[in-house]
């Protein structure tokens, strides 16, 4: 478990690879969301005739859905490279060669880096929201682990047992 008392701030000097998994936890938890929405079906979908009543919008979630596992897989390369592994194992795991994985990742990769550096980045739109969202994870990573505990716990399916800190209590701290 993570230290207590020492607040949600970024006092609490956590491991790049720990921010980076909790950036693809959180990634997890959206796409995670994303797609449990899209499994029932409302009643206001179809119509009598089982025609759809707004056609389009079930693609539009669809492509939503993508777009965060996009960010996920990203995000899983991303951690795996701040862990240590190198382009080639990348490239081996994904099947394809390490420039094209470099080329592929190099830039996300980047981005969390600078991140860390820098967490106040300046976009416009969306970019800025996912962003500045991100640049808060890597700054306050307790304040979100324990949001994700939140989340995790919430949708627990009996089937483990996660304990009290399923997110929060994997954090590593620098120098551990």
Same mark, same amino acid.
């Given at each position: 478990?993570?230290? &207590?008392?020492? =607040?949600? =701030? ?17 990634? !997890?938890? %959206?796409? !995670?969301?994303?797609? #449990?929405?899209?499994?029932?079906? *409302? ?6 005739? *089982?025609?759809?009543?707004?056609? =389009? ?11 965060? @596992? ?9 951690? %795996?490279?701040?862990?240590? !592994? ?10 394809? &060669? ?7 990742? !190099? ?7 600078? =991140?860390?550096?820098?967490?106040? *980045? @300046?976009? &416009? ?13 890597? #700054? ?34 620098? *120098?551990?």
């Amino acid at each position: 478990m993570t230290e &207590s008392g020492t =607040g949600a =701030g970024s006092s609490a000097p956590y491991a790049d690879a720990a921010r980076a998994r909790l950036v693809m936890a959180y990634e !997890a938890c %959206e796409l !995670a969301d994303l797609a #449990r929405a899209a499994v029932p079906i *409302g009643e206001h979908e179809l119509n009598p005739d *089982g025609t759809i009543r707004a056609p =389009g919008t079930v693609l539009a979630d669809a492509a939503c859905v993508l777009a965060a @596992a996009q960010r996920f897989f990203q995000a899983a390369v991303v951690f %795996e490279r701040v862990g240590g !592994a190198d382009w080639q194992l990348i490239g081996d795991v994904l099947h394809v &060669s390490p420039p094209t994985a470099r080329v592929r990742f !190099a830039m996300p990769e980047a981005v969390f880096r600078e =991140g860390l550096l820098s967490p106040e *980045g @300046a976009r &416009s739109d969306r970019a800025a929201e996912v962003s500045s969202l991100r640049a808060h994870m890597v #700054r306050e990573p307790l304040e979100t682990a324990l949001d994700l505990d939140d989340w995790v716990l919430r949708h627990e399916d009996g089937d483990s047992d996660l304990g009290t800190a399923p997110v929060s209590g994997g954090l590593v701290r620098r *120098g551990t």
